[in-house]
């Protein structure tokens, strides 16, 4: 028998349920109890309908039309868990976590229950699209937003539950930056380090020459510090790329990161950290560093009190902003080779590396024109040889005294005449 429950769930939504044609009992939820209730007895109506057999059992893609669209969302969760990521990996938490906020988002958005709801609903979609760019937000987010739906409903085709992908023809959306990081200068980097404390410091130290994110820095514990080959060993679990490598540091951080591990502050951290923030879950073992939650938080007071604007016409200034000097400190070394390079920003491009986090820096592009002005310019009327024939007389690299030579071996003082004249006139008298 349907129905609906009486009292709405935490998150204001009426839970309904019916029997299918195979005597299953469903669940979905609706903001409203009126309409829960209506369609769990129409949805239970249809499905004693077919098995009653007034209505033909349906096809694979038919049948799935009356499957509920939350449970098909914990099916597709549970795959990409397992191993939707990159190779049969499993999804990253955070992927996780965003993937079933933004199909909870168009469940509420588009009213879906069943599958049958998704037909037609690209109009639909653009519009709710179109509502989140009037709201202010960015095209980065428009396209999570319909690739989170567009991979559910591809997952659906090609297992036989939706026959067509209802968001064939969305237009990607302007997914250009709304603001820049911009590119920290040498001289910022050591005053945002003297104006850290210890621990922060080191923090940014170790971001600024391994390039590591936020969250990859979080995950180090004193087990990944490879002292013998000087570096950092990456885990597959944790690394953005879903990858294992190894990253290597100078030697002086290596041994600095290792006093600080074995000093336990970072363990002491986290923990003062978790009991104010009343954490559920343990603190990690073992840490490396300590890394806030929010580390841009704490880099905020490091930037005012080094007197660096967080953001300028230029850009903005982030803990991100740590990799993207790291990449282009790479870059500027000029002893890494382009593919090199890509490999210590562990990227899958070398595009990524060079047009994405590359930067250029205004005083050496000034240097640059600087030297190839000296090349071309010269003053006005005064061609090269006469202004070389004005001044002192050029030095040789090697001294020569010239009492013991031939007088045939030295070229003679010929005035403005190129050598050349010279070496012909005497290749002549010979």
């Known amino acids: 028998m349907a129905g609906v429950r009486s009292k709405p769930t935490n998150g204001g939504l009426y839970q309904a349920w019916f029997r ?17 209730r209506e369609q769990a007895h129409s949805l239970e109506k249809q499905h004693r309908e077919i098995r009653d057999g007034y209505r033909p059992l349906p096809n694979s893609a038919q049948a799935s039309r009356k499957c509920l669209y939350e449970e098909l969302v914990k099916e597709y969760l549970a795959w990409g868990q397992s191993q939707g990521g990159h190779k049969g990996k499993s999804w990253s938490k955070g992927h996780a976590i965003r993937r079933r906020a933004q199909l909870g988002w168009w469940q509420k958005q588009l009213g879906l229950i069943t599958l049958a709801d998704l037909d037609g609903i690209l109009p639909r979609a653009e519009q709710a699209l179109r ?15 319909a690739e989170g739906l567009s991979a559910f409903c591809d997952w659906c085709v090609q297992r036989g539950f939706l026959s067509d992908d209802p968001l064939k023809g969305l237009a990607p959306f302007d997914t250009t930056p709304q603001t820049l990081r911009r590119l920290m200068t040498h001289e910022e980097i050591t005053q945002l380090l003297d104006a850290a404390d210890s621990h922060r410091r080191l923090l940014y130290e170790t971001a600024f020459v391994s390039g590591l994110r936020a969250n990859e820095l979080r995950n180090l514990s ?9 570096g950092l060993q990456l885990d597959a679990e944790w690394t953005k790329n879903r990858k294992a490598g190894f ?3 100078p030697a002086a951080l290596v041994k600095r990161l290792k006093a600080f591990a074995d ?18 879950k343990d603190p990690p073992q073992n840490p490396l560093l300590y890394v806030p ?6 880099l905020a007071p490091d930037l005012k009190a080094a007197g660096i604007p967080k953001q300028t016409p230029k850009g903005k200034i982030d803990f991100h902003a740590c990799r993207v000097a790291y990449i282009n400190l790479v870059l500027e070394s000029g002893q890494v ?5 890509q490999e210590l920003a562990r990227h899958a491009s070398l595009d990524l590396t060079m047009n994405v986090y590359g930067r250029v820096r205004e005083d050496r592009l000034a240097k640059a024109v600087e030297r ?5 310019l010269r003053p006005e009327g005064v061609p090269e040889v006469y202004r070389k024939a004005a001044g002192a007389e050029q030095e040789i690299a090697t001294p020569l005294k010239t009492e013991s030579c031939d007088s045939y071996k030295v070229a003679p003082a010929v005035g403005l005449e190129p050598t050349t004249w010279w070496l012909t006139a005497t290749r002549s008298a010979s």
């Not at 989140?132 to 095209?139: H, P, S, T």
């Not at 004193?222 to 000087?230: A, I, M």
């Open 263 to 280: 000093t336990g502050q970072a363990q002491d951290l986290y923990q003062s950290a978790y009991r104010r923030g009343q954490a559920k």
């Open 222 to 230: 004193l087990n990944h510090l490879d002292q013998e080959r000087g």
């Open 337 to 341: 080779s382009p593919k090199e390079a």
């Open 372 to 376: 190839v002005g000296e090349v071309i």
């Open 20 to 36: 299918d044609y195979t005597g299953k009992k469903r669940y979905f939820t609706l903001p409203s109890k009126k309409k829960a």
């Open 247 to 249: 990253q290597p540091l």
């Open 131 to 145: 509502g989140l760019q009037e709201q202010g937000r960015a095209g980065k987010t428009l396209a999570n937003y």
């Open 293 to 298: 939650s929010q580390p841009g938080r704490s």
